[in-house]
């Protein structure tokens, strides 16, 4: 069974620094996207950024471009989400999730429980 572990969140003061973590497990493939989504009280679901396994591309939403960087660490089948000069507005619980590619036509999502980030003013 695909397994993903959320880790990291908490709370920081506007200006500060968090480090999210998500650990996979129950699967191999050569094609598959790692991504972070976050979802704000009475706000709907938005894409962050996310990481091609194919290529190693990396992509953020403009809200975040500059601030958060994505990385992966395939030795440990991790993906990490550093976020610096975090703002009020980001806070919400961040969400990673994978889309694994099994064939051209069988592509499949994963979802992981998710983690609260609190950011003060």
């Known amino acids: 069974e695909v397994q993903l572990q959320a880790c990291g969140g908490g709370l920081v003061q506007a200006g500060g620094s968090l480090r999210l973590s998500c650990a996979i497990s129950g699967f191999t493939a050569d094609d598959y996207v790692i991504a972070w989504f976050r979802q704000a009280p009475g706000k709907e679901r938005e894409g962050v950024s996310r990481i091609s396994k194919r290529d190693g591309s990396r992509h953020y939403a403009d809200s975040v471009t500059g601030r958060f960087t994505i990385s992966s660490d395939n030795a440990k089948n991790t993906v990490c989400l550093q976020m610096n000069s975090l703002k009020p507005e980001d806070t919400a619980v961040y969400y990673c999730?994978?889309?694994?590619?099994?064939?051209?036509?069988?592509?499949?999502?994963?979802w992981g429980q998710g983690t609260l980030v609190t950011v003060s003013s």
């Open positions: 999730n994978v889309d694994i590619f099994m064939s051209i036509v069988d592509r499949r999502r994963y």
